[in-house]
C-alpha cells in the first residue's frame, strides 16, 4: 500500500462525475461536463468497451459520446437499457441499444447526436508492453467488439427531481433493485419516487432538513435508507419514518453532531442468500487542521442493528461503492485516494494514495462476470474510480496465494502423525 501511478483507463475532454457498468451489456457509461458556462467544455454521457488484456490489466475505448448540450449530468443510475441522469432540477431518462451499421444508417438522419465512426474509435490504454497500436490490437484480439456495433442514444423522459428555488439540483438517483422505482434526492431534502417506467409520481415526501447526500433501497423494496446534511440517517417504509440510525452510539466517547452521515450502501453477505447488510460513512462535520478519522459502520441490513464500526483514514471521504458480491467495499477520498476495503472486517486491503489527486466523485465495482464470460483475470476484486480531473482508472487486487487442496490435506496428515509418534513416546503403549 502507498503512492504509486495508476495508468489511466480512459481521459474524456471534461470532468467525469459519475460511472456505472451496465451488466447486461458490459458497457462502461460515465457522465459529466462543464455544465452551462461557455468555457468550450463539452457535456456528455460516454459509453466505454472495456476490456481485459491479460491476466490483470484492462483496456478500454470509447465507443459513442452523446452530447447533453448545455447540461452537465452529475450523477445516473442504469437499469435495464436505460439511464437515469441528473442535470440541474431534472432526472432525464434515456434509452440506450447496440445498433448495426446498417441500422445507424437508416436512424442517422432521425437522430440529432452523430455518433462517432468505428475508425475514430480511440484507445485510452493499450495494455500490456508489446502489444502494438489500437488498430492493431483490434484486429489481433478475437474478444474486441465487432467494428459495426455502434450505441443508439434516445431521450424517452423527464421529471422535475429538486424544487429548490434557487439553484437546484439533483444529488443522487437510483433504480429500486426490481426496477420498478426510480428514486431521487436534491438540494430541497426531498424524496420523490417515480413507478418505472410510467414516471406516474408515487411519493414526494420531506426527508432531510437540507441537501440530500445518498439513498439505497434494500431488496425487496421495503426499507429506504436516506442520508441528509442533517446529520441523520434514516429508514423508511414507503413514506413513513421507520426509525433513525445512531451510529455514535457504536462509539460512547463520541459526541452526537461532531460527524454526518455522508454515505449509504446496501450489500448482500457472500454465501449467505438472504443476509443482508447497510453500510454507512461517517465524516467529520468541521475541518481541522489535524482531521479527526472517517468511520465505516456496518449494519445488519434487516434489523438495522450496529454490528461494527471502524476507522478508515483521515481523508474525507466523497464516494462509496459495495461490490456485486457484498466481499469488497471501496471508498474515495475528496484528495483523490482511493481504498478497497474487505466488507466482513472493514479491514483496508487497498489504497492509492491521490491517485486522482482532486476529489473521487463515484466508484463502481466491476462484476464478476460481463456478457457471460469472466472479466477479473487473475483478480480478486476490480474497481473503476473517476474524478474532478477527467481521468477513468481502474484498481485491481491481485489473488491472494492460496494453497492447494491436496497439500494443506497432506500437511494435516503430516501433523496428525507427529502428534500420534509424540504421544507413543511419552507414554509407550499409547497404541
Not at 500490456?128 to 450505441?151: F, L, R, W
Request: hydrophobic residues 35%.
Amino acid at each position: 500500500m502507498g503512492k504509486k501511478r495508476v495508468p489511466d483507463l480512459y481521459r474524456a475532454p471534461f470532468p467525469l462525475y459519475s460511472i456505472k457498468v451496465d451488466p447486461n451489456t458490459g458497457l462502461v457509461i460515465t457522465a459529466g461536463g462543464g455544465g452551462a458556462s461557455k468555457t468550450g467544455i463539452k457535456n456528455a454521457v460516454q459509453f466505454l468497451d472495456l476490456q481485459l488484456v491479460g491476466e490483470h490489466q484492462y483496456s478500454a475505448s470509447l465507443l459513442h459520446s452523446h452530447d447533453t448540450d448545455t447540461f452537465a449530468t452529475m450523477n445516473i443510475a442504469v437499469g435495464d437499457g436505460v439511464i437515469a441522469a441528473g442535470q440541474d432540477g431534472n432526472c432525464c431518462l434515456m434509452s440506450f441499444k447496440h445498433i448495426a451499421q446498417k441500422e445507424r444508417k437508416a436512424s442517422s438522419a432521425k437522430d440529432g447526436n452523430s455518433e462517432q465512426p468505428s475508425s475514430a474509435r480511440r484507445r485510452a490504454v493499450k495494455g500490456e508492453k508489446g502489444e502494438q497500436d489500437g488498430a492493431a490490437a483490434s484486429e489481433g484480439m478475437s474478444n474486441m467488439k465487432d467494428e459495426t456495433v455502434h450505441i443508439s442514444v434516445k431521450a424517452v423522459g423527464q421529471v422535475q427531481s429538486d424544487a429548490n428555488p434557487q439553484d437546484p439540483l439533483q444529488k443522487v438517483v437510483r433504480f429500486s433493485p426490481d426496477l420498478s422505482l426510480l428514486l431521487t434526492g436534491g438540494t430541497d431534502g426531498h424524496i420523490r419516487v417515480w413507478e418505472f417506467p410510467s414516471l406516474k409520481k408515487k411519493f414526494d415526501f420531506k426527508a432531510h432538513e437540507g441537501e440530500m447526500e445518498d439513498l439505497d433501497m434494500s431488496p425487496g423494496n421495503k426499507h429506504l435508507v436516506t442520508v441528509g446534511r442533517d446529520f441523520a440517517c434514516s429508514v423508511w417504509s414507503g413514506n413513513q419514518l421507520a426509525m433513525g440510525l445512531k451510529w455514535h452510539e457504536t462509539l460512547p466517547q463520541m459526541s452526537e453532531k461532531t460527524y454526518r452521515y455522508m454515505a449509504c450502501r446496501f450489500g448482500r453477505v457472500e454465501d449467505q442468500k438472504d443476509a443482508l447488510r447497510l453500510y454507512t460513512v461517517q465524516i467529520p462535520h468541521k475541518r481541522d487542521r489535524k482531521p479527526p478519522p472517517c468511520y465505516l459502520t456496518k449494519w445488519e441490513g434487516k434489523s438495522f442493528l450496529p454490528m461494527l464500526t471502524a476507522p478508515c483514514g483521515n481523508e474525507v471521504i466523497s464516494s462509496l461503492a459495495v461490490s456485486d458480491s457484498g466481499t469488497f467495499l471501496g471508498l474515495g477520498t475528496i484528495t483523490g485516494s482511493v481504498a478497497i476495503y474487505i466488507a466482513f472486517s472493514l479491514q483496508k486491503l487497498y489504497y492509492i494514495k491521490e491517485s486522482h489527486g482532486i476529489v473521487v466523485t463515484d466508484l463502481a465495482f466491476l462484476p464478476d462476470t460481463l456478457k457471460g464470460k469472466s472479466i477479473k483475470g487473475n483478480n480478486e476484486t476490480a474497481m473503476l474510480s473517476v474524478a474532478v480531473d477527467s481521468r477513468c482508472q481502474v484498481h485491481t487486487v491481485s489473488n491472494r496465494r492460496s494453497f492447494p487442496v491436496w497439500f494443506v490435506l497432506f500437511c494435516c496428515g503430516l501433523m496428525v502423525v507427529a502428534v500420534i509418534l509424540l504421544l507413543q513416546y511419552v507414554f509407550p503403549g499409547f497404541i
